[in-house]
């Protein structure tokens, strides 16, 4: 999986039927339900040893400017592999990460699915979009949206994530920090 | 009326009125005796590196646009249309020939000059209208190896005196070969709602919070190593005009190695030689070690991970963070894109370390809005060296051990002098002898 490929994903394969709908649809609940309940070695655990995980910069761009928004060697937000990911949980593990404590409260609620295969038979263009709300504290607030680009992949009888790009909708986050994934 | 700051600041025992973290009345005497005064960074050269190349940004509150210009001047100006007020460029970056105001028209050059506007004539048949007159408003530029400054006061020194011997340090990262170094395209923007000097006052000199706010995420990647190593053997801290740098010279690579990629290390350690003979063994160790640095008032950058960044003022309790991974232009380029990522899983909204420290800021400014909070005193202390001596030759007010409140107290010591001086004639220049 590469960001290129990420960035092709126009939803313009043809739709999946009910049953493969229904089945993936599970999939992205359970791993909802993961990122919501701090789960992240199981969610960790169920992705694609290749998986590319990229939440690029927003900028302000004016129309007629042909240089493109979204680059894959710009700076991004997240760019990570299966093995950034295991780096990154050590931090949470370490039991040292005294500004999680008391944890943070979380939803990413996730809509909008459309699932379109692609011209691999084995791997699924799903796109969703979410919006993650952060409670912390007595008052600490934040509201994310934005936009996923995901591709999954069938293994045996699960489906695995495999791809996904992340378009946030602020180009200045108007909140501390990312300490989540999305 | 303005308060007078240098009661509030006893520099000498660190002590410190909490009410310059937060009052809104301090806060509007920054942006007139700060940040309308000091050189600010506001770009790198190679964010606009030909005609018609810009970038926006904030000097304290002020939009300001900063271009290169047809004859390849750098230009920095107000983003205000004189006409009626409205910002005239919304893109955070961009190629462009002019800048026309979306409320009447009003068009620009890339040297801030008004080139026209709609109906023309409207104007031509206005006794005393000059368009010369009604350009947008000019700050002064200067440039220090790629870094561009502005300043919106006539009477500040040049920007070498400003930086003043800083600029020694400066070229440890600014200045380890002929070609220079670069920005990674992207700008990375955030909120944290802090008083700008938060972050400015961790940067400068605050190594000591590394050694327990960054325990978890330390584990990460430094582990196997035995995790974060700070010591006052053979560490300093450096204090010129109000900027700083407290700086291991015993672990060259603690800050690189933090990022948890080996072949950055190794591209650090292959350059050691070269960095020594151009500017010495001492210079040479600050490229990459366990410490951090700021200029005054809000610009601040790490070594290693090599990110550069400003607090921007939003208010006296909100700050807008603007950060980019600055590399050796000379580097391959599998070795900048390693740094790209290395800073970003660190120090951005994301990086497991930034995650850290904006939580503490956040909550050390919110504090403050309760009357009897603000109306006690913070500890700025730390001095466990106090006068010992120096062992090697360094310029600027030096002292031993990087574990230690030195440079925030002269960084507070240089906050008063701008709050309380009537004019720059007020405000005292370090002599430079490097």
């Known amino acids: 999986m590469n960001k290129e490929q990420l960035l092709a994903l126009n939803a313009i394969g043809k739709p999946v039927g009910i049953d493969v709908f229904f089945t993936i649809q599970q999939y992205v609940n359970q791993e909802a339900y993961w990122l919501n309940h701090e789960k992240l070695n199981e969610w960790c655990d169920s992705l694609e040893d290749d998986l590319v995980y990229w939440a690029p910069l927003r900028e302000n761009i004016l129309r007629r400017n042909r240089t493109p928004e979204i680059s894959p060697s710009k700076v991004p937000l997240f760019e990570e592999n299966k093995d950034s990911i295991i780096m990154r949980l050590r931090r949470n593990d370490s039991g040292m990460c005294w500004t999680e404590d008391p944890p943070t409260r979380q939803i990413t609620a996730v809509s909008n699915l459309e699932i379109f295969h692609t011209d691999k038979v084995d791997e699924f263009e799903v796109h969703t979009v979410f919006t993650l709300y952060r409670s912390r504290f007595e008052r600490d607030d934040s509201t994310l949206m934005g936009r996923r680009k995901d591709i999954w992949r069938k293994v045996g009888n699960d489906y695995r994530l495999a791809g996904r790009l992340i378009l946030l909708q602020q180009s200045t986050l108007l909140t501390k920090n990312l300490n989540v994934f999305m | ?180 170094t670069e920005f990674i395209p992207g700008t990375t923007r955030s909120v944290v709602k802090c008083n700008w000097k938060y972050p400015a006052d961790n940067f400068v000199g605050d190594i000591y919070h590394a050694l327990w706010t960054h325990l978890g995420a330390a584990e990460s990647t430094l582990s196997a190593s035995g995790g974060i190593q700070v010591s006052n053997e053979n560490s300093y801290q450096s204090s010129v005009n109000g900027h700083g740098w407290e700086f291991s010279l015993a672990n060259n690579f603690g800050n690189a190695a933090t990022m948890g990629d080996k072949d950055i290390v190794k591209y650090l350690r292959s350059r050691e030689d070269e960095i020594t003979k151009r500017l010495g063994s001492v210079r040479a160790k600050m490229i990459g070690s366990v410490a951090s640095a700021a200029i005054f008032p809000n610009f601040a950058f790490l070594p290693g991970y090599l990110t550069f960044r400003t607090f921007l003022p939003k208010g006296p309790m909100e700050t807008e963070l603007h950060s980019w991974t600055l590399v050796p232009s000379e580097a391959s380029d599998e070795i900048k894109d390693k740094w790209r990522l290395g800073a970003m899983r660190t120090f951005s909204p994301g990086g497991i370390l930034e995650m850290d420290d904006g939580e503490n800021w956040e909550h050390a400014t919110l504090g403050n809005s309760g009357y009897v909070t603000r109306h006690q005193k913070l500890c700025y202390a730390m001095d466990p060296t106090k006068g010992e001596s120096i062992p090697i030759d360094l310029p600027g007010i030096v002292t031993k051990g990087q574990l230690n409140d030195a440079n925030q107290r002269l960084f507070f010591k240089r906050y008063a002098e701008f709050m309380d001086a009537k004019s720059w004639a007020d405000i005292p220049l370090a002599k430079k002898q490097f």
């Open chain 2, 1 to 180: 009326m303005s308060m007078n700051i240098g009661s509030l600041i006893d520099h000498e025992n660190g002590v410190i009125d909490r009410r310059i973290f937060s009052d809104a009345d301090i806060y509007q005497q920054e942006l007139k005796q700060i940040f309308s005064r000091c050189w600010n960074f506001v770009a790198h050269e190679s964010q606009i590196k030909s005609f018609g190349d810009f970038i926006t940004t904030y000097i304290g509150e002020d939009a300001v646009i900063v271009t290169r210009a047809k004859d390849n001047s750098i230009n920095v100006m107000l983003n205000s249309c004189p006409h009626r007020g409205n910002k005239v460029c919304f893109a955070g970056e961009g190629k462009i020939r002019s800048f026309v105001c979306n409320y009447h028209g009003w068009a620009f050059g890339l040297d801030g000059k008004l080139n026209g506007m709609p109906e023309n004539q409207l104007y031509d048949k206005t006794e005393g209208f000059n368009k010369s007159d009604w350009g947008l408003h000019k700050a002064r530029v200067e440039v220090y190896k790629g870094l561009v400054f502005a300043t919106f006061d006539e009477e500040a020194p040049s920007l070498g005196d400003y930086l003043g011997d800083f600029r020694w340090y400066m070229d440890a990262i600014l200045d380890v070969d002929d070609k220079g």
